[in-house]
């Protein structure tokens, strides 16, 4: 385990994010499985599969996409909720089983927008999305929204955990207002960046009153892979933005539900790092860490990205949930014995999810994958 460990010093070298120590540079990427309960509670298996998650060896597990408000802005029924302060008591299970598994927890926080699970999803601006018609936001309900993030920041500290992370990925509400695809507004909200950036830094400003000193990071949506979407030359701009606000650090991403299956996006993430490229045009424009993540396999790869400078940590998700032991597994030169994802199942769990459906990988054995489906059942 030493030698490995050498080889790959950097990656198990420590790292402060927001004033507080990760033992090592890798993280639990957030990652939508659709296993808490129905109306989004905590349910034991939700909290089974982070608890596996924390014992990897991970650093930080960020617990995915809890609503800030339901129904509206929850992607489903089964989107964890964040939204009342009912929600604590289970939020605490769910901050405590990772911290008892020695990792650090961190809670994303999210607004779905126009891709909400409910009857009237709203949005930036009525822009049609599979077939349905979002309403259009008043600029009077904003400063509602605003509250209902700052709300729910302070029941994720409440509730135990570390740091919190508001989405901005995905192509959910906070990413809708910055592209120039769904934000056709006419008000101060729409038309150049510097106004179509104003919602999200000002949810970031809000949530930032709320919790005090009490880091907060960003999932970051850098480039739609859509013609008329979100490029990186203006995401590295408003990179900049979040870095002056403050923000502890940047969870890098691309594409959005309307993009991650056109066949060159298909194509290009089946390959090892597809996504590694975007982080690191955000790593050369900010002071702050930043996140890579996108198909990292292997620890050679990890290493490699870190010692380059393209990353400060790398986000393991589908990686990691393929294989709980891929930590252990390349901290003691294991590395042949992964259970690696599979790039040409057709992203079977994203398909069983959008079909709200919980996911199961399909490399697990098939008595692993009968218990999920039985415990969902």
Not at 84 to 103: F, M, N, S, V
Not at 125 to 144: D, N
Not at 220 to 231: N, Q
């Amino acid at each position: 385990m030493q030698l490995e460990k050498v080889m790959y010093a950097r990656l198990f070298s420590k790292l402060q994010v927001g004033g507080i120590d990760l033992k090592n540079r890798l993280i639990m990427a957030p990652t939508y499985l659709g296993y808490a309960g129905a109306g989004g509670t905590a349910s034991p298996l939700l909290l089974d599969h982070y608890r596996l998650m924390a014992a990897s060896g991970v650093a930080m597990v960020v617990v995915e996409n809890a609503t800030i408000d339901h129904p509206t802005a929850s992607g489903s029924e089964r989107t964890l909720r964040v939204d009342t302060d009912d929600c604590i008591a289970g939020l605490k299970q769910l901050a405590d089983a990772i911290h008892q598994e020695g990792a650090l927890a961190c809670l994303q926080i999210n607004h779905a927008g126009r891709f909400a699970g409910t009857a009237e999803p709203v949005a930036p601006s009525a822009v049609e999305t599979f077939g349905r018609v979002p309403k259009a936001l008043k600029r009077v309900e904003l400063p509602g929204i605003i509250a209902q993030f700052a709300s729910a920041a302070r029941r994720v500290k409440a509730a135990g955990f570390d740091m919190l992370e508001l989405h901005g990925g995905t192509g959910y509400l906070l990413a809708q207002f910055l592209s120039p695809r769904t934000n056709r507004r006419q008000d101060d909200y729409g038309g150049p960046l510097a106004n179509r950036q104003r919602f999200p830094l000002e949810v970031t400003a809000a949530v930032q009153a709320g919790v005090g000193a009490f880091p907060i990071g960003y999932r970051f949506l850098a480039d739609e892979w859509l013609p008329d979407g979100l490029k990186l030359e203006e995401s590295l701009l408003f990179a900049k933005s979040l870095a002056a606000a403050g923000i502890a650090y940047i969870s890098v991403m691309g594409g959005t539900y309307e993009s991650f299956f056109l066949p060159h996006v298909v194509e290009r993430s089946r390959q090892d790092g597809y996504m590694v490229d975007l982080a690191a045009a955000v790593r050369r424009e900010v002071p702050v860490p930043v996140v890579a993540a996108g198909r990292i396999a292997t620890g050679g790869l990890a290493e490699r990205i870190l010692r380059s400078g393209e990353a400060d940590l790398i986000g393991l998700a589908r990686v990691l949930w393929a294989d709980p032991d891929w930590v252990r597994k390349v901290s003691s030169g294991r590395e042949s014995d992964i259970l690696h994802c599979d790039p040409g199942c057709g992203d079977a769990c994203i398909q069983m999810v959008m079909k709200k459906k919980p996911a199961f990988c399909t490399r697990w054995p098939p008595q692993k994958v009968k218990e999920y489906k039985a415990r969902f059942e």
